[in-house]
């Protein structure tokens, strides 16, 4: 049951819901939607990427969570859709892998209802006098801005974000290869920067793992170069790691295992190294904004 009234009532299907297009010029996307929560007139204001679209239920299935007073915020996952090419569909079969995205793979497709701190602002709905509480977004990162904003609701106004798996939304992924690296090499650097700035949600091991991964694929190179013996135990390793990827990728989907197999290899590559870069990175470009 609600800790206090349900203040607010689903729109009838039929309802008109009028709509206002509000020029914003060249901002990031935390200010365009800073700009969007001062003009927006609801109790609850729900964020949607350009490149995402809702499930027809989206908001029926989010705005229940909202009678629990303590709910802060819901989202969902971003499921790549159906219709999407060849080489995006496998840009989002390797987001979607557990080798990739780890226990965080529930954000791209659904999974078991849980709370969670930190969450992309491609599909989530927050409370506007939350939002009002907490200053908007109020940052240049992109992305990241939503690492902030989770940050702030979870630990500094002590609310939850549920997750619940209904709650979809359709996200059109960026092609393999060289769109979907750029978009993973952006999200590693502002990571590897938030573990100095936002280490509450951003210091985890899961982040690491790729640069582990890079760092012992170059020093095991080397080693061996000047001990000969170790050759055979780098070829060895790097081998079971090929093979687990190519079970992965038939696993995920063997219309796509060229894509997706390569796909995860490289992501792990560029996301190891730019987590590192942004490591000792002193600030970001935005920051200097």
């Not at 509000?22 to 365009?32: F, L, N």
């Not at 001062?38 to 609850?44: L, M, S, V, Y």
């Not at 170790?230 to 038939?250: K, P």
């Not at 989907?253 to 060229?258: A, E, G, S, V, W």
Request: charged share 20%; net charge positive.
């Amino acid at each position: 049951m609600p800790d206090e009234p349900f203040s607010f009532d689903l729109l009838p299907r039929q309802a008109s819901v009028p709509i206002a297009i509000i020029p914003t010029g060249s901002v990031t996307p935390a200010k365009k939607r800073d700009l969007g929560v001062t003009h927006a007139k609801g109790e609850i204001l729900a964020f949607l990427d350009d490149d995402a679209y809702p499930d027809k239920n989206w908001l029926v299935n989010a705005v229940r969570h909202f009678q629990d007073s303590k709910v802060a915020a819901v989202a969902g996952p971003a499921v790549t859709p159906t219709t999407d090419s060849i080489k995006q569909r496998a840009s989002g079969e390797v987001y979607s892998s557990f080798l990739v995205s780890g226990s965080y793979a529930y954000r791209y497709f659904p999974n078991r209802q849980r709370e969670v701190d930190d969450y992309p602002s491609c599909n989530f709905l927050v409370r506007k006098s939350v939002m009002e509480e907490i200053g908007g977004f109020n940052t240049n990162f992109w992305p990241g801005e939503d690492t902030k904003l989770c940050l702030e609701i979870t630990k500094k106004l002590h609310k939850k974000i549920t997750y619940d798996p209904k709650v979809l939304v359709f996200h059109h992924r960026r092609p393999l290869f060289i769109p979907h690296l750029k978009q993973i090499a952006s999200y590693a650097l502002h990571r590897g920067y938030f573990v100095k700035k936002y280490p509450e949600t951003s210091l985890r091991v899961a982040y690491f793992i790729p640069s582990v991964f890079l760092a012992a694929l170059v020093i095991g190179a080397v080693f061996s170069l000047f001990f000969p013996a170790l050759i055979n135990i780098y070829i060895a390793g790097l081998l079971c790691y090929f093979v687990l990827v190519l079970l992965e990728a038939i696993r995920k989907n063997p219309r796509l295992i060229f894509y997706v197999f390569l796909g995860i290899i490289l992501t792990h590559l560029t996301y190891g190294a730019y987590f590192i870069k942004g490591l000792f990175r002193k600030r970001l470009p935005e920051e200097e904004e």
